[in-house]
C-alpha cells in the first residue's frame, strides 16, 4: 500500500527556514549587467560551460534548436545570439551534467524527497533510467524500458480508457503530440487535458466565437509596421524577453507602448539590451509610454472605458461633421453586433467603470486618445486577462477593442495572446484536445482505419474533480508537473494516491513523481537541446510559435545519459505494447524517420502544414494560413463579432475583509520548476514564501514589514484550505489585492475557482482572508 503524502514535510505548509526574503529596491533597467550577472549565477550553478562554446549561439536559430522556455516568435535575421537570460536558464537546466540516476534513489525514500523544495529536486539534475516505484522499499528501482512498457500496455488494456487521462505539458514536439493523440485515441478516450487549460484555453475560447481563430493573429513582422502598442496583462521582462527586442525597435521609432497591470513590471518600463555594448554602457531604452496600473480583474472594465471613450469621440465627431474615430467601413463590412455593443458603452457608467477598473476616467480617456491616434495597433495579452473568472469575456474585450480601428487583417496591427511553453499552441494544432470538434476525428478515422472515441474528454479541471472522485484509474503525462500546477495541493495530493496507474514521462525530478499510485513509472525522456539519434540517423522536430509559424529544431548536444528515449520512441513503446497491431499505423518506421510523422500530420491537416518536411526549416519558420489575417471570419454569423460582456468585474465580488490574491511568477522560475529563489525586478530576493503588499493595507490589517502571516481560502466549502509562514512585504499593487508565488499559493485555490467558459483556473483573483501569525519574526531586510 502507498502512503498518503506528509503534508508536514510538504512545501506547500513549511516555509524554508533558510530561504527567508530580503527586499530591496531594484532600480537597473531589465536585461543589462544584471542579466549577465544572473546568467553567470545559473551556467556556475547548472555547472555548465556554455559561454563561448557552440550551444547558445544555436539558439532560436534556423538549423539551430528551439529555445524550451517561451513561445515568442522567432526572427528570420535573428541577432547573433537569439536568446534571453531566461532562454539561457532554461538551457542550462536542461543540458545540466548533473543526475538524478538509481544510485540516488537507492539512497532516497519517496517520503524523504517529498520533504525536498521544488528547488532542490529539479536542481539534483536529469533523470537517466526508466524506474517504477517499489512500495515496500518506498523507492525508485531501475527497470529496463521493455520490461516498462510491457507492464504499462498490461496495466492499460486492463483498465476502461475512459478512467484514463493523456495530459500534456506544451514543450513536446510537433511530432511527439500527434503520435501521443493518435495512440490515445486509438486507446479509445479523448482524455487529453494540456497545459494550456491552465493557461491560454480563455483565448481558445473566446476568439474562434470572435474572429473565428483560437490563435493570434499578429506575425513578427508587423512589429515593424506597427503604430502602437497595448498590453494587458502580460510580463514580458520574464516570461518573454526576447519580445523586448522588437519592443525596443518599436520605443526608438517613437511607437507609443501602453501597459495595463496591477504590477509596475520593470522590464514594460525600461530595457537594456546585454548584447549591445553601446547600450551596456550608455542605460535602456524606455519601453512603456504609459503605465496604467488597473485593479487585478479591471481590465474589462478598463477596455469599456475605452471604447465608450471612442465612441463618444466618434458621436461627437460625427455632429460635428469631423473626420470619424471609428472605421466605420470595417465595421459595417467586416462585423456583427456593433450597435448592442456601442449602446453597451454608451450606457455603462463612468463612475461603475472607474469603481472597477481602480482608473480615473481621465485616464481611460487619455489610453483611448492614444488608441484613437494609432492607423494600425497590436494588442498583447497573458494570463493578467486569462486567468480570471471572466477571463474568457477579458479576451473578447481585447478584440471589441480592436474591431473598433479595424485592428485585425491588417499589416502592423492585430490580437496577440502571448502563449506560454514553446510548443503548447502547436500540440492543440495537432490533435492534443479534450474538445472533440476541434479533432478532424472523421480523417483520423479514414487515415488509421479505427473509430475514434467520440465523447469529449477531460479538461485539466474535469480531470482533477475525476481524480477527487477516484473515477479516473491511469493517468500518463508527457512532461508537466500536474500536481504542482494545478489548484488545491491538499485536496490533490491525497486523491492521486487512490490511482491504479501513474506514468510520468520527464527530463527531471519533480513532486508529482513524489507521489505515486498503486503502479507508478518515471520514463526519462531526451531534452530538446540533446541529439535525438534513430535508425536513420539524427531526427530534428518541429513546434509553433505564438504566431503560428512553424519551426525546426535540431538536438545540438550529447544526451546525458545512454539510457533516455525520445518522446516519439516512448510514445512508440507504449502504444506497441498497449494496442492491437494496425497495419495502417507503423510505429517503428516514425520512430527511425520523424519526417514520416511530419507526412502524417500533413496528410491529417492538408491545408495547415502544406509541404511540411520542405519548408520546416524556413528562416523564421513558416507561418500556418489563418482566415483573421485575410479577414476571413470563420464563425457562426461568418463576420467578426463584437460581444456584450456579462460582467464588468474580471473576478468575483468579495466581502470587504477578504483579499483578492495574484500569484505571479518570478524571475527565477519557469513555471513549477524553480531555478533560484531572486525575483529580480521586483526587488524579492532570497526566497519565495512572501505575500506583496500595499502599505494601507499592511496599515490597516496592522501589520509591518517582515511580520508573518497565514493565508487561508475564503471560499467556504468545508475544505479549509490555508498557507502559512508568509513574509509581509510591502509592494506597489493596488490596495485590496496582494500578490504571491505560484506554485506555493496554489494550495489556496479551490479546484472550482475557474472561468467561466474556458475552465482556465482562477490564479490571478483567488480570494483569502489574512491573519497575523503568533510568532511574529524580526523585520526582514
Ligand atoms: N521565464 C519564464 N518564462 C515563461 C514562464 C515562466 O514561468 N518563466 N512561463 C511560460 C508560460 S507557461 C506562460 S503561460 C507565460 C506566462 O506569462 P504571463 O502571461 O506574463 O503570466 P504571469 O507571469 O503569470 O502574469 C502576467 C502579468 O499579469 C499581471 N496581472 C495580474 N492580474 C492582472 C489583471 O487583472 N489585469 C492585468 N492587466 N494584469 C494582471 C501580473 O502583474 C503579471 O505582470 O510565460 C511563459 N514564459
Ligand atoms: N497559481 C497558478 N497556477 C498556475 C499558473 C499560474 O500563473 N498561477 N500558471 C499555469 C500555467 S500558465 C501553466 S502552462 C501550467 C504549467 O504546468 P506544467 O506544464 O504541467 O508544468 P511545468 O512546470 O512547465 O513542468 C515542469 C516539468 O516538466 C518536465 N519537463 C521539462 N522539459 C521536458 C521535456 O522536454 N520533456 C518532458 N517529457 N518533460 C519535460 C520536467 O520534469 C519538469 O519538472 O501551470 C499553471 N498553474
Ligand atoms: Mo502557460
Known amino acids: 500500500m502507498t502512503q498518503p503524502p506528509d503534508h508536514k514535510a510538504s512545501p506547500d505548509h513549511e516555509p524554508h527556514p533558510d530561504h527567508k526574503a530580503v527586499q530591496k529596491p531594484y532600480s537597473g533597467p531589465a536585461g543589462g549587467w544584471g542579466s549577465v550577472k544572473a546568467l553567470a549565477a545559473i551556467l556556475t550553478q547548472e555547472e555548465v560551460t556554455v559561454l563561448g562554446s557552440e550551444i547558445l549561439w544555436q539558439q532560436n536559430k534556423p538549423g539551430g534548436f528551439m529555445c524550451v522556455s517561451c513561445s515568442w516568435a522567432k526572427p528570420a535575421d535573428p541577432h547573433v545570439f537569439e536568446f534571453c537570460e531566461n532562454g539561457a536558464k532554461a538551457t542550462a537546466w536542461e543540458i545540466t551534467p548533473k543526475k538524478t540516476d538509481p544510485a540516488f534513489f537507492a539512497s532516497h525514500t519517496l517520503t524523504e524527497l517529498r520533504g525536498w523544495s521544488d528547488h532542490a529536486l529539479e536542481e539534483n539534475g536529469r533523470l537517466t533510467h526508466p524506474l517504477r516505484y517499489d512500495p515496500a522499499l518506498d523507492k525508485y528501482v531501475q527497470v529496463s524500458w521493455d520490461e516498462a512498457f510491457l507492464e504499462i500496455g498490461a496495466e492499460l488494456e486492463a483498465l476502461d480508457p475512459r478512467s484514463v487521462v493523456f495530459y500534456t505539458s506544451g514543450r513536446a514536439s510537433l511530432e511527439a503530440s500527434y503520435m501521443y493523440q493518435l495512440f490515445g485515441r486509438m486507446y479509445g478516450t479523448n482524455n487529453f487535458p494540456d497545459s494550456s487549460n491552465m493557461c491560454h484555453e480563455s483565448t481558445s475560447v473566446a476568439l474562434p466565437e470572435v474572429i473565428g481563430v483560437p490563435v493570434g493573429t499578429v506575425l513578427l513582422e508587423d512589429f515593424d509596421k506597427t503604430d502602437c502598442i497595448f498590453f494587458f496583462g502580460q510580463n514580458t521582462t520574464t516570461n518573454s524577453p526576447r519580445m523586448l527586442h522588437p519592443l525596443q525597435s518599436c520605443a526608438k521609432r517613437g511607437v507609443p507602448i501602453v501597459v495595463f497591470n496591477p504590477i509596475r513590471e520593470r522590464g514594460l518600463e525600461q530595457f537594456t539590451d546585454p548584447q549591445n555594448p553601446i547600450q551596456m554602457v550608455a542605460g535602456g531604452t524606455r519601453i512603456a509610454t504609459e503605465y496604467y496600473q488597473v485593479t487585478p480583474g479591471g481590465d474589462i472594465a478598463a477596455i469599456t472605458g475605452l471604447c465608450k471613450a471612442l465612441i463618444e469621440a466618434d458621436d461627437t465627431a460625427q455632429r460635428d461633421g469631423a473626420p470619424r474615430l471609428l472605421d466605420t467601413q470595417f465595421i459595417a463590412e467586416h462585423t456583427h453586433g456593433f450597435e448592442d455593443f456601442a449602446a453597451f458603452c454608451r450606457d455603462s457608467d463612468w463612475a461603475a467603470l472607474e ?213 516519439p520512441a516512448i510514445v512508440a513503446g507504449l502504444a506497441k505494447t498497449t494496442l492491437p497491431p494496425n497495419s495502417k499505423v507503423n510505429w517503428d518506421a516514425w520512430v527511425a524517420d520523424y519526417a514520416l510523422v511530419r507526412d502524417a500530420i500533413e496528410r491529417t491537416y492538408p491545408d495547415q502544414f502544406k509541404d511540411f518536411n520542405k519548408r520546416m526549416f524556413q528562416p523564421g519558420g513558416f507561418p500556418r494560413p489563418l482566415g483573421a489575417r485575410e479577414r476571413v471570419w470563420k464563425t457562426p454569423t461568418g463576420k467578426a463579432n463584437f460581444t456584450v460582456p456579462e460582467s464588468l468585474l474580471n473576478r468575483s465580488a468579495q466581502p470587504a475583509d477578504v483579499y483578492q490574491l495574484v500569484t505571479l511568477r518570478s524571475d527565477g522560475q519557469f513555471n513549477t520548476t524553480i531555478y533560484g529563489f531572486d525575483d529580480r525586478f521586483r526587488g524579492v530576493f532570497g526566497g519565495r514564501e512572501v505575500v506583496l503588499m500595499n502599505e494601507a493595507d499592511m496599515a490597516r490589517l496592522g501589520l509591518a514589514k517582515g511580520d508573518m502571516v497565514r493565508l487561508t481560502s475564503a471560499v467556504d466549502d468545508g475544505v479549509g484550505r490555508a498557507r502559512g509562514g508568509l513574509q509581509v512585504l510591502p509592494f506597489g499593487i493596488p490596495e485590496g489585492s496582494i500578490a504571491g508565488y505560484y506554485p506555493e499559493c496554489n494550495v489556496l485555490i479551490p479546484i472550482a475557482h475557474h472561468a467561466k467558459g474556458s475552465k482556465v483556473p482562477a490564479a490571478k483573483s483567488v480570494p483569502v482572508r489574512i491573519a497575523k501569525e503568533a510568532a511574529a519574526e524580526s523585520q526582514a531586510g
Request: aromatic share 4%; proline share 6%; hydrophobic share 35%.
Open 355 to 567: 469603481a472597477v477598473s481602480g482608473l480615473p476616467r481621465s485616464e481611460m480617456q487619455a489610453a483611448a486618445a492614444t488608441y484613437g491616434k494609432a492607423n494600425a495597433v497590436i494588442a498583447n495579452y497573458g494570463m493578467g486577462l486569462t486567468q480570471h473568472v471572466h477571463g474568457v469575456e477579458a479576451c473578447k474585450m481585447v478584440a471589441n477593442l480592436l474591431l473598433l480601428r479595424g485592428n485585425i487583417g491588417k499589416p502592423g496591427a492585430g490580437i496577440s495572446p502571448v502563449r506560454g511553453h514553446s510548443n503548447v499552441q502547436g500540440q492543440r494544432t495537432v490533435g492534443i484536445s479534450e474538445k472533440t470538434k476541434l479533432v478532424p476525428l472523421d480523417r483520423l478515422k479514414e487515415l488509421y482505419g479505427f473509430e475514434p472515441p467520440r465523447q469529449d474528454g477531460l479538461s485539466t479541471v474535469d480531470a482533477c474533480e475525476a481524480i477527487v472522485k477516484g473515477e479516473v484509474r491511469g493517468f500518463v503525462s508527457l512532461g508537466g508537473n500536474f500536481l504542482r500546477a494545478v489548484p488545491d495541493h491538499g485536496v490533490m495530493e491525497p486523491a492521486w494516491t487512490k490511482l491504479r496507474l501513474s506514468v510520468q514521462i520527464a527530463t527531471k525530478l519533480n513532486r508529482t513523481h513524489l507521489i505515486p499510485g498503486e503502479v507508478t513509472y518515471l520514463l526519462p525522456c531526451n531534452g530538446r537541446i540533446e541529439i535525438d539519434r534513430q535508425a536513420t540517423g539524427p531526427q530534428a522536430v518541429s513546434m509553433e510559435d505564438s504566431t503560428t509559424c512553424i519551426h525546426g529544431s535540431r538536438g545540438q548536444r550529447e544526451p546525458v545519459s545512454e539510457h533516455l528515449r525520445s518522446e
